[in-house]
């Protein structure tokens, strides 16, 4: 099978995601951007990209690889409607749902390194498909066999994994167990390793209440929950600190002592790196046994078909994805 000159491996494939956001118009830019350097095959109806892309459609991903630079190769999947930017058609719902699945199949079937993901929209997936998912990290689970997944954001500055995540923070305390916490830190740790070529990961635990509890003052959980947790993986030989008050550890200087940060909760770990970053930072779903990267926006259907969206995330994407993808091999 032929591979990229630059990384040795077959390309990225990368969703289309919902064809009425600004998916596919970020994915020309992104082509255009990268070139050859990262090169990706587009899945989705050459129909809903912008008119006049420049784009060449190829049989397999492993065709991409002869495209020119600066034309998009689509691997084609037909959809029932069109696409009207900021309007979704409930006729593609379907669409988009088999889009990620063929995807992983590609990448599951070693004709594609990894999967970059555009986004895609909950609520015209439910309405049209009725899709039983809460979003595309469940679903790529259910695709992997209901493998154990968190949620990772990362850019160059911070990696964060939050060990709860769309629920409210009212819930957070019961839905924050010892046992969901473990889970978090095991995966963030085997992600570290192998898909960021880590050998000795430094994981940052950060507590659940301001200041870490304060010894009981300010909550109980973090002296009585999580320190145990944490002396207990430290003694498996894992290297972990904390739990470290939140308030003082996403500063340069702590950043340097850690290569991933575990949080409690949803914001205590997004608002630091959308602080750090807030274009370039890329949701990465660690646990899978294939690589999946995404930009950290949505569809955008307030500015979808308007040429302004910015496709910084969807580029470092792509980016990290190849670059995981190169570790794994390693």
């Given amino acids: 099978m032929p591979r990229s000159l630059q990384t040795g491996?077959?390309?990225?494939?990368?969703?289309c995601g919902e064809p009425a956001g600004i998916g596919p118009e970020l994915a020309v830019a992104a082509r255009l951007r990268l070139g050859n350097a990262c090169p990706f095959v587009w899945l989705g109806d050459p129909r809903h990209l912008p008119k006049g892309t420049r784009l060449q459609?190829?049989?397999?991903?492993?065709?991409?690889?002869?495209?020119?630079?600066?034309?998009?190769?689509?691997?084609?999947?037909?959809?029932?409607?069109?696409?009207?930017?900021?309007?979704?058609?409930?006729r593609n719902a379907a669409g988009v749902i088999e889009v990620i699945a063929r995807a992983v199949d590609l990448v599951q079937t070693g004709q594609a390194s990894a999967v970059v993901t555009a986004p895609i929209h909950k609520k015209a997936l439910k309405d049209g498909a009725n899709f039983a998912f809460p979003g595309h990290t469940e679903y790529l689970a259910h695709l992997a066999g209901y493998v154990p997944v968190v949620m990772m954001l990362a850019c160059?500055?911070?990696?964060?994994?939050?060990?709860?995540?769309?629920?409210?923070?009212?819930?957070?305390?019961?839905?924050?167990?010892?046992e969901v916490l473990e889970q978090a830190i095991r995966i963030?740790?085997?992600?570290?390793?192998?898909?960021?070529?880590?050998?000795?990961?430094?994981?940052?635990?950060?507590?659940?209440n301001p200041h870490a509890g304060e010894g009981g003052a300010m909550g109980w959980e973090d002296l009585t929950m999580i320190t145990p947790l944490i002396a207990r993986l430290c003694a498996e030989?894992?290297?972990?600190?904390?739990?470290?008050?939140?308030?003082?550890?996403?500063h340069a200087r702590a950043r340097a002592g850690y290569d991933a940060a575990v949080c409690a909760y949803h914001d205590q770990a997004l608002i630091p790196i959308k602080t750090l970053d807030f274009d370039g930072g890329v949701n990465v779903t660690l646990g899978?046994?294939?690589?999946?990267?995404?930009?950290?926006h949505g569809t955008a259907f307030d500015i979808a078909g308007r040429g302004i969206a910015l496709p910084d995330s969807l580029v470092a994407a792509c980016r990290m994805a190849q670059n995981m993808a190169a570790a794994r091999r390693a």
């Fill in 9 to 15: 491996m077959p390309p990225l494939v990368m969703t």
């Fill in 188 to 208: 963030t740790h085997a992600g570290l390793r192998r898909d960021f070529g880590i050998t000795a990961p430094r994981i940052a635990v950060a507590g659940l």
């Fill in 288 to 296: 899978l046994p294939f690589i999946r990267t995404s930009p950290d």
């Fill in 57 to 90: 459609e190829v049989a397999s991903p492993q065709d991409a690889l002869g495209v020119a630079a600066d034309v998009l190769p689509v691997l084609p999947h037909a959809f029932a409607g069109e696409a009207t930017p900021g309007t979704p058609d409930p």
């Fill in 156 to 178: 160059d500055a911070l990696r964060v994994v939050p060990a709860t995540i769309h629920i409210p923070l009212a819930d957070v305390p019961k839905a924050l167990t010892a």
């Fill in 237 to 250: 030989g894992l290297d972990l600190r904390g739990p470290l008050p939140a308030d003082t550890m996403f």
